[in-house]
């Protein structure tokens, strides 16, 4: 709107003519704004976007279509699903659990060869470990999980939690691995993510005599081994309900691990074994 411009030069004793000749439109289009400057449409938008953002705060998994079924439907607002796709857009209300694509942003180049090349399984216990950084939605914010797990035995290794996706979440994830386990030449496969790449990464990589190992940029396939136990934490926990704060969400997600995944969840892969059962059942696994 470049109409209050007009009338803030015609105080400055600026012809309106003049002005509105220089910007490109009629006098009579000023005047027709200055008699009705807010129009009834976007007085009738206004309201909608208040009544959506009241929708998406009840209920933060309501994208547009569910804003405008519970706009149209319950409140009685009569609104088009375009209109309210482009209020939504807007005011970047957007369902929680939707995965947003890209910003076109190209990952960094590797700095490790891919030593996995989609072999997820291992002989031994710590001859190769899988990592990755999660993002999970609560009312207080982002929590950003880093997890570590074994090929041999499935087991989560080492993991790390917090409010920001850093390297020092990695390094932490790493240093946990590496307290429990005390590997030795272990490859740690990851993305191209930059906490991954990060020096102090590499550098705790190299520090405690383990491998790093990256796979190729936009394939995530060559990290399967980690995708598919992060459907698995989705199904299990994150989805399961609204999560309050990073803490609850922290606490469900340790126990989760800790509990279920090492010691309740038996796996095919595994002989119908837990991970924990596994190393305790096959010592000679851990034999280097």
Same mark, same amino acid.
């Given at each position: =709107?470049?109409?209050?411009?007009? #009338? ?9 003519a003049r002005t509105c000749r220089v910007l490109?439109?009629?006098? $009579? ?22 009544? %959506? ?8 998994t309501f994208g547009y279509r569910l804003i /405008? ?11 088009? +699903?375009?209109? =309210?796709?482009?209020?939504?857009? $807007?005011? $970047?209300?957007? #369902? ?7 910003? @076109? ?6 700095? /490790?060869?891919?030593?996995? +090349? ?9 001859? =190769? ?13 982002? !929590?950003?999980?880093?997890?570590? *797990?074994?090929?041999?035995? *499935? ?9 920001? =996706? ?13 307290? !429990? ?11 191209? @993510? ?5 020096? %102090? ?10 491998? @790093? ?7 995530a396939g060559d990290n399967a081994a980690m ?12 989805? +399961?309900? +609204? ?14 691990? &800790? ?19 596994? &190393?305790?059942? /096959?010592?000679? #696994?851990?034999?280097?």
């Open positions: =709107m470049i109409y209050p411009l007009v #009338s803030d030069l015609a105080a400055e004793g600026i012809p309106v490109g439109f009629s006098k $009579q289009a000023f005047y027709a704004w200055r008699a009705n400057p807010v129009s009834d449409r976007d007085w009738d938008d206004a309201h909608l976007i208040n009544a %959506a953002l009241d929708v998406h705060a009840d209920d933060p /405008h079924d519970e706009l149209e439907l319950v409140q009685g607002h009569a609104v088009g +699903r375009g209109r =309210m796709h482009r209020l939504c857009k $807007q005011q $970047q209300l957007v #369902s929680v659990i939707v995965k947003r694509r890209g910003r @076109g942003k190209t990952p960094g180049p590797a700095v /490790h060869e891919d030593l996995v +090349r989609r072999q997820f399984t291992a002989e031994c216990i710590d001859d =190769m470990w899988f990592t990755d950084i999660t993002e999970h939605p609560t009312d207080d914010g982002k !929590l950003y999980l880093c997890a570590i *797990k074994d090929a041999c035995s *499935k087991r989560i290794v080492g993991y790390s939690m917090g409010p920001r =996706m850093t390297a020092d979440l990695a390094c932490r994830a790493l240093r946990h691995a590496v307290m !429990l386990r005390r590997p030795r030449g272990t490859i740690v496969h990851a993305d191209r @993510g930059s906490q991954f790449r990060s020096g %102090a990464f590499t550098r705790l990589l190299r520090h405690h005599g383990l491998q @790093g190992s990256m796979g190729r940029v936009a394939s995708e598919s136990w992060n459907a698995l934490l989705q199904k299990n926990v994150l989805n +399961r309900k +609204r999560w309050n704060s990073q803490e609850e969400l922290r606490l469900a997600i340790v126990t989760w691990i &800790e509990r279920d995944y090492h010691r309740r969840r038996r796996q095919a892969g595994l002989g119908r074994l837990t991970p924990i059962e596994y &190393e305790t059942i /096959h010592p000679a #696994s851990t034999a280097r």
